[in-house]
């Protein structure tokens, strides 16, 4: 088992909900990423999603696409981010997913992305725009080095989407609460406990929510219905707002405190 793994399991045991929190490797840079890391952990978050910079995100809004071409004026590549993996490593079991897409993962090289990444010390891999019918050459990689595959539902998906991501998705499946792209506007569409639902019926795997979710009633909310919820766009406007000044990490572990308060107050 993963650390991701060994902390859902744990959480579950607790009655917690699980707090995951998206951050950009190399905004505002490398160093500071670290840093960063480092602070969600001391305030209790309970899994990172390190996004890779990539210069076409399909499904990432403004906030999350200005944070990449941050990252990437800092030349930061896939190297790069796993990097930023083994230097958090040094001093912490804090799981961490990379989220990415296909291509950068298939530039790299599919065989050489898992390997390497399992050596930082990677938990599990999104890729955003891999379809779990074409999955397989991943899924199968991904297993021998023992890294988790987190696939994607929405409030639009079919049973048999939903069917099919469950016979593969392993760490967690990732439902997302509305349909487009990331950002911090957020409501909970009628269709998304019957997703969540669905999902429950195929798979023991975990349910997480994100997309919109930015304050602690969000959290609130969504631990309804789901084993805990992803914060992306707001943490990353708050790094955006903030990564130029001596406040940032400070900033951060304040505002991810908060939402951890709120996911530790939503037993289930």
Not at 72 to 85: H, K, P, Q, R
Not at 127 to 150: C, F, H, M, Y
Not at 235 to 251: A, H, M, N, P, W
Request: charged share 20%; glycine share 8%; with cysteine.
């Amino acid at each position: 088992m993963s650390r991701l793994d060994d902390r859902l399991s744990e959480l579950k045991q607790l009655g917690e909900k699980a707090l995951v929190c998206y951050v950009v490797a190399g905004d505002p840079n490398f160093e500071t990423t670290v840093e960063i890391i480092h602070a969600l952990d001391r305030a209790g978050v309970d899994a990172i999603e390190l996004g890779i910079p990539f210069s076409d995100p399909l499904a990432d809004g403004p906030t999350i696409q200005a944070g990449a071409q941050r990252a990437l004026a800092n030349g930061i590549t896939v190297a790069d981010s796993l990097e930023i993996v083994r230097k958090v490593r040094q001093t912490s079991q804090i799981p961490i997913v990379l989220m990415t897409y296909y291509n950068p993962a298939l530039r790299y090289g599919i065989e050489k992305f898992a390997a390497d990444a399992a050596e930082a010390g990677v938990d599990g891999v999104i890729q955003t725009d891999l379809t779990p019918g074409e999955a397989e050459q991943w899924v199968s990689t991904a297993r021998k080095n023992s890294i988790n595959t987190i696939f994607l539902v929405a409030p639009t998906s079919t049973k048999d989407r939903i069917l099919a991501v469950s016979k593969v998705a392993n760490g967690f499946v990732y439902a997302v609460s509305r349909t487009g792209v990331t950002g911090t506007r957020f409501s909970v569409p009628p269709e998304l406990p019957a997703v969540i639902s669905e999902v429950r019926l195929r798979t023991d795997v975990p349910v997480l929510v994100g997309f919109g979710i930015s304050l602690p009633e969000h959290v609130a909310e969504i631990a309804i219905y789901a084993d805990g919820v992803v914060v992306g766009s707001a943490l990353v406007d708050l790094i955006g707002k903030f990564g130029g000044t001596s406040e940032v990490v400070q900033r951060v572990e304040d505002f991810a405190s908060n939402l951890k308060a709120a996911a530790r107050r939503a037993s289930i």
